[in-house]
């Protein structure tokens, strides 16, 4: 996915997910979470068709469905009994329970996908290097090394094998002495390796003085005014959490279903905020059909 | 006073006997291009990380170094005035994307966003890398690395560029870039150049200065033409280049005038001699017979199901007794053939046979037996913490009893007083032969060598191919990939040429080189205008012109 929220400042894009993760957790209430599941399922839709969710589809389903059954099959709290299995209620508070868990667990997953395509590592090295510049660097060395390490792995296996030390024969306990002397290789031979990165590193004076970072992304106007549009719709949604709106009461008494005048629009604020990448993409589609 | 002021350096490691740099001086002027040349461990990658304080070893040091006036010794001196381009392209990368790189010096400086971005530009235009910023570093060739990394270092704008063999593992047309870009910073913005290296054919024709390290001592200095006739006559002869050896050895002392360097002014030099008929010195060539030990057919190989072929088509036969030699740019795909024939990778398509059997249908121990291979890095061949154990443990692998053969081996090879270190504490050639001794034990037909050559000094790599031509004679079959075209000149009996995934040309060293630009030894770019004349190394050249 490459649309316009992708080409948002990565702060932007940072706090949407952080926020859109935060309500979609603590407004643990039926209709609210079923908007925000029918939001990111289109948006899901809108981007690529279901293309990167397919992989996760089965997890997670089966987590949603797991969660959904375990808590009334445990919980027998609650008032309204919907039917009795040989001695074991069933009740309507504890379905609800399980049914709003599983749809905010599968909203944070779509949201944990999505986040895992817009923000690529470049853009998260480049918030924390601001704050942590320690961290960004260890995170920057780690992405090297970790395809690093796999590419020697290959390489010590490949030249072991030609040297009739193989991991893919032999009885068990062979194989995994032979694994483990792979291993041993690597990490000799990658510490003997990094006394060189650490030089070229000391050689561009690393460590001398304060790191500056270069920034690859610009706050521009656009940027601030889209976060400042989303801070003040999630400070009212969160305004309204804690005065108790956009939640329902399951326990002890259970609260009516039905919302009262402030919460619906606690609601159209609520989805506005979720909506907000879906409607970036929809008015760039509309934009481009004006302009041909 | 000069630039850069050495003054009676020596410097000893710790735990060492003898000193690395001893009693070493040398002043270099703003804007030179030195070059220190000498063995390996001759003390050339310690005089510059001297030159360099945040990477100075550490042991005594004594003596004075300036630079600028300033001394080394004390602060003062920005560190980024000095630049140090280190030889493995590699290991000197700190970030998995190319533009985290290359910015990696001016953010350790503290250099503002607005003014990173403007030097950024520029440089990376100049490199003309725009294309490569937003790439991982990995996806890059190791010529391209060298590059980066370059650009890195001068994005910090020093006036002294330190370059440890930064060619070593290059192939040779981005070897020759690398060093055309040198000579721009040199010339054109008058930056200091001091640079160790060990193939000296191209460096002594851009150098101003030239200074022969040996046991840490200098040995001679002063302009190249110079030097070379000082240490012609001397035991250091073998790191002459090619066309100046060629002068020296066929011209008389009393005629000798000016010292030719470049292609240009041996060709000069050769128009005026009158050269008639053809090269007495024939290759000792050994029959070959025609009995086929590997065959390749159509192969296929690529290494992820959507990428592209690494090979393609490729088609490859081996008789015994060869040497063949494979060249061809970095990533045209010799490695990946060799580790085919070897039986690590899998064609994915095509007919490998060894032996008239089906690869396939060997057990990979049988073609341990019958193949050895010598990987591009010997580091990690060794399993064991020292030479001994590992020579013991193939011993016992392959139940090998008779102890006098393998101390003749080692014997053989010079490596008897290595076997109690540490693989890893060995210089290049003591590891390459470290391994080699591994692999003869087990006594295979066939070895594949994988850049035998790489980083090894003129004095080691003469050694090495009088051990290839050795093992020719007892009737191993070699195939080696090389970047090194005067050692695949010397020493192949075939040469071939990678280009996409394929061999694209085959033949004879002579033929071979004939119509080639770059990938050609200097003595025939030297006489290739004349017609029929077909000489390739020094050996022929010399008896021609004698």
Request: glycine share 6%.
């Amino acid at each position: 996915m490459k649309g316009r929220f992708y080409a948002f400042h990565p702060i932007v894009n940072f706090s949407y997910y952080m926020g859109a993760i935060l309500l979609v957790m603590i407004n643990q209430h039926p209709i609210f979470l079923f908007v925000a599941f029918s939001i990111l399922i289109t948006f899901h839709f809108f981007n690529d068709c279901f293309n990167h969710m397919k992989q996760w589809l089965f997890f997670m389903f089966t987590t949603g469905i797991l969660i959904f059954l375990i808590n009334p099959l445990f919980n027998e709290r609650g008032r309204h009994v919907l039917f009795e299995v040989m001695g074991h209620r069933v009740t309507l508070e504890a379905s609800l329970y399980g049914g709003m868990s599983a749809l905010s667990i599968i909203s944070v997953l779509m949201l944990f996908i999505s986040y895992n395509e817009v923000m690529t590592p470049n853009k998260l090295l480049f918030l924390f290097s601001k704050f942590l510049p320690q961290f960004a660097i260890l995170l920057m060395l780690t992405l090297r090394f970790i395809p690093l390490m796999r590419r020697r792995l290959d390489e010590i296996a490949a030249v072991q094998v030609s040297k009739g030390i193989s991991v893919k024969q032999g009885p068990w306990k062979e194989r995994i002495k032979k694994g483990m002397l792979y291993v041993q290789i690597l990490l000799t031979y990658s510490l003997e390796e990094a006394i060189q990165t650490a030089d070229s590193m000391k050689a561009r004076g690393y460590g001398q003085k304060k790191r500056s970072t270069y920034e690859y992304f610009r706050l521009n106007k656009k940027d601030s005014l889209t976060l400042l549009f989303l801070v003040i719709l999630l400070s009212i949604c969160l305004y309204g959490r804690f005065t108790g709106l956009g939640t329902l009461t399951i326990y002890p008494l259970m609260e009516s279903i039905g919302l009262v005048p402030v919460e619906y629009f606690i609601l159209l604020v609520y989805a506005l905020f979720l909506c907000f990448p879906l409607l970036v993409e929809i008015g760039e589609v509309i934009r481009w059909r004006l302009l041909n | 006073m000069a630039f850069i002021e050495l003054k009676h350096v020596s410097f000893t490691y710790p735990s060492a006997d003898n000193a690395a740099i001893d009693d070493f001086s040398l002043s270099i002027e703003k804007g030179e291009f030195v070059v220190l040349f000498g063995s390996s461990g001759s003390g050339k990658s310690t005089v510059l990380r001297l030159l360099k304080k945040e990477i100075q070893p550490h042991g005594v040091l004594k003596g004075e170094m300036m630079i600028n006036g300033h001394s080394l010794s004390q602060d003062g001196m920005p560190s980024s005035q000095v630049g140090f381009v280190f030889q493995d392209p590699e290991n000197q990368v700190v970030a998995d994307d190319v533009l985290h790189e290359v910015v990696f010096g001016l953010e350790n400086m503290g250099v503002m966003t607005n003014e990173m971005r403007s030097r950024v530009a520029e440089m990376v235009h100049f490199f003309g890398a725009e294309s490569l910023l937003h790439r991982k570093t990995h996806e890059l060739s190791g010529g391209m690395k060298q590059q980066i990394n370059l650009a890195s270092v001068l994005l910090m704008q020093p006036d002294i560029l330190l370059l440890d063999e930064p060619t070593a593992q290059l192939d040779p047309v981005s070897a020759r870039e690398f060093l055309d870009m040198l000579v721009r910073l040199n010339e054109e913005f008058g930056m200091t150049i001091i640079l160790a290296e060990h193939r000296l054919d191209d460096v002594f024709t851009i150098a101003d200065k030239i200074v022969l390290l040996k046991n840490g001592k200098c040995i001679a200095e002063g302009e190249p033409k110079q030097v070379i006739e000082t240490i012609w006559d001397s035991q250091e002869q073998p790191f002459i280049p090619n066309i100046p050896t060629l002068y020296l050895s066929t011209t008389k002392k009393e005629n000798r005038r000016d010292i030719p360097l470049s292609v240009k002014e041996g060709r000069n030099w050769v128009q005026e001699l009158n050269l008639i008929g053809q090269s007495k010195e024939n290759r000792a060539h050994k029959e070959i017979q025609d009995k086929k030990l590997l065959e390749v057919k159509d192969l296929l190989f690529q290494y992820r199901k959507e990428g592209a072929a690494v090979l393609n088509e490729l088609d490859f036969t081996l008789n015994k007794g060869e040497i063949y030699a494979l060249l061809g740019g970095n990533g045209s795909g010799k490695s990946t053939l060799l580790k085919i024939l070897v039986g690590i990778l899998k064609p994915i398509n095509g007919k490998v046979t060894l032996l008239d059997k089906p690869l396939k249908a060997w057990k990979s121990l049988e073609i341990a037996k019958k193949v050895g291979y010598l990987p591009q890095n010997p580091k990690i061949f060794f399993v064991h913490d020292s030479v001994e154990k590992e020579i013991n443990d193939t011993m016992q692998k392959w139940n090998i009893t008779n102890q006098t053969e393998v101390n003749n081996l080692l014997q053989r090879l010079g490596i008897s007083h290595l076997l109690h270190n540490h693989p890893y504490d060995l210089s290049g050639g003591e590891l390459q032969k470290a391994a080699l001794a591994c692999v003869l034990l087990r006594k295979p037909d066939i070895l594949l060598l994988d850049e035998p050559t790489k980083g090894l000094d003129p004095i080691s790599k003469d050694s090495f191919s009088k051990i290839l031509h050795n093992l020719q004679e007892e009737g191993i079959t070699v195939v080696m990939s090389t970047h090194d075209i005067e050692f695949a000149a010397q020493n192949a009996t075939k040469c071939g040429m990678m280009f996409q995934g394929n061999i694209t040309s085959e033949n004879e060293p002579k033929e071979f080189f004939k119509g080639n630009y770059f990938y050609t030894t200097m003595v025939q770019r030297l006489f290739r205008h004349l017609p029929d004349k077909e000489i390739v190394t020094l050996g022929e050249a010399i008896s021609l012109c004698k």
